[in-house]
């Protein structure tokens, strides 16, 4: 009757859906392989990221404060210089977090490794030429401007160890092995070549491989 017919009917797409599953686990294997693929690359690139920040940044960082001592200033003036632009920073950072919720992490990255070195770049020619106290203030808080945008970098190392079998702490580990390997490489260099290489050219050539 009519039963018999639709099971009739139904048999040959009973038959059809029952040689789909042997093929499907080969399937999900190859898309698991992808994701895997997709996971690896981006834990790389999250470590990478947070090691090369660290790296460019150490040698100001770290002895930019021997240069000032060194070409004439003061500690008083050093100090001032320095209040100011922990202050910058922070008005800076959330206004860096809200213009990257609004253009992307990796355009704000972009501007900011550049304007790290145009900024790095006019505090050494102040320097140079014995520039007053608040020309350099001024330089330095415009210095803190455009470093400020770094902190956006966490977002992005987020972002990428989301969904992944690591956390944020395994990949903010290799920041924290690059300072201290570029805390000895930069003074390594600064024995070797002075202050000048190891406080903004070693910056420079980091800025400029973070930037391809």
């Known amino acids: 009757g009519a039963s018999d017919a639709s099971l009739t009917q139904c048999g040959p797409l009973q038959m059809r ?4 599953p042997p093929e499907k686990p080969i399937s999900v294997m190859r898309r698991s392989e992808r994701r895997k693929m997709g996971e690896a690359q ?53 206004a860096w977090a809200a213009t990257a919720d609004l253009y992307g992490i990796v355009p704000v990255l972009m501007v900011h490794t550049l304007l790290s070195g145009l900024t790095l770049e006019n505090i050494r020619l102040l320097a140079a030429s014995n520039a007053s106290l608040n020309a350099m203030i001024v330089a330095r808080g415009i210095r803190s401007f455009a470093s400020a945008a770094s902190s956006v970098t966490n977002a992005l190392v987020l972002e990428l160890v989301a969904n992944t079998s690591e956390g944020f702490g395994r990949q903010r580990t290799f920041g924290t092995v690059s300072w201290g390997l570029g805390s000895v490489l930069v003074g390594y260099i600064i024995d070797a070549m002075g202050l000048q290489a190891g406080v903004f050219f070693f910056s420079y050539f980091g800025e400029i491989v973070v930037s391809r």
């Open 42 to 94: 981006r834990l790389a690139l999250a470590k990478g990221v947070f090691f090369l920040m660290q790296m460019v940044n150490v040698g100001w960082n770290r002895f930019g404060i021997n240069f000032f001592l060194a070409t004439g200033y003061s500690p008083q003036e050093v100090s001032q210089m320095r209040s100011v632009s922990l202050l910058v920073k922070a008005v800076c950072v959330p």
């Open 17 to 20: 859906w029952r040689r789909v």
